[in-house]
C-alpha cells in the first residue's frame, strides 16, 4: 500500500488555485494583446476570429476568479478546447491554443499529484 506524500506546502489548495488563475490569468494578457495582430493578420475576415477571441477572454477572465469551485477545471479545459478549434477561423487561434492548451494540462498535472 503506498501513501502518498505531504507536499510540505501550508495550504494545497489555494496554492493549486493560484496556478490555475495565474494560467487563466496570462492566457487573457496574451488573448488581449492577440487581438491588433489578428487583425492585421486576418484582413478582411478578421471578424469572427476577433468576436472568438473576446469572447474566450472573457470567459477566462471569469474562470479566473471561479477557481475555488470544481467545474471550474473542466470549464478552464473547455476554453482550452474552444481556443484550439478556432483555428478553423484563423490559424493563430490554433497556435495560441496549443500553447496554454500544454501550459493548462501542466497545471492540470500539478493539481492531480497535489490533490491526489
Same mark, same amino acid.
Request: charged share 10%.
Given at each position: 500500500?503506498?501513501?502518498?506524500?505531504?507536499?510540505?506546502?501550508?495550504?494545497?489548495?489555494?496554492?493549486?488555485?493560484?496556478?490555475?488563475?495565474? $494560467?487563466? /490569468? %496570462?492566457?487573457?494578457?496574451?488573448?488581449?494583446?492577440?487581438?491588433?495582430?489578428?487583425?492585421?493578420?486576418?484582413?478582411?475576415?478578421?471578424?469572427?476570429?476577433? #468576436?472568438?477571441?473576446?469572447?474566450? $477572454?472573457?470567459?477566462?477572465? #471569469?474562470?479566473? /476568479?471561479?477557481?475555488?469551485?470544481?467545474?471550474?477545471?473542466?470549464?478552464?479545459?473547455?476554453?482550452?478546447?474552444?481556443?484550439?478549434?478556432?483555428? %478553423?477561423?484563423?490559424? $493563430?487561434?490554433?497556435?495560441?491554443?496549443? #500553447? %496554454?492548451?500544454?501550459?493548462?494540462?501542466?497545471?492540470?498535472?500539478?493539481?492531480?499529484?497535489?490533490?491526489?
Amino acid at each position: 500500500m503506498t501513501e502518498s506524500k505531504p507536499s510540505g506546502l501550508k495550504n494545497p489548495e489555494a496554492a493549486v488555485r493560484g496556478l490555475g488563475a495565474a $494560467t487563466l /490569468g %496570462f492566457e487573457v494578457i496574451v488573448l488581449l494583446l492577440m487581438i491588433a495582430p489578428l487583425k492585421m493578420l486576418a484582413g478582411d475576415r478578421s471578424g469572427p476570429p476577433i #468576436i472568438a477571441v473576446v469572447v474566450l $477572454t472573457v470567459v477566462a477572465a #471569469i474562470l479566473t /476568479g471561479m477557481m475555488k469551485r470544481n467545474w471550474a477545471w473542466a470549464a478552464g479545459s473547455g476554453v482550452q478546447v474552444l481556443l484550439l478549434a478556432g483555428g %478553423f477561423l484563423h490559424w $493563430t487561434l490554433a497556435a495560441v491554443g496549443v #500553447i %496554454f492548451g500544454l501550459a493548462w494540462v501542466y497545471a492540470l498535472h500539478v493539481r492531480r499529484s497535489i490533490l491526489g
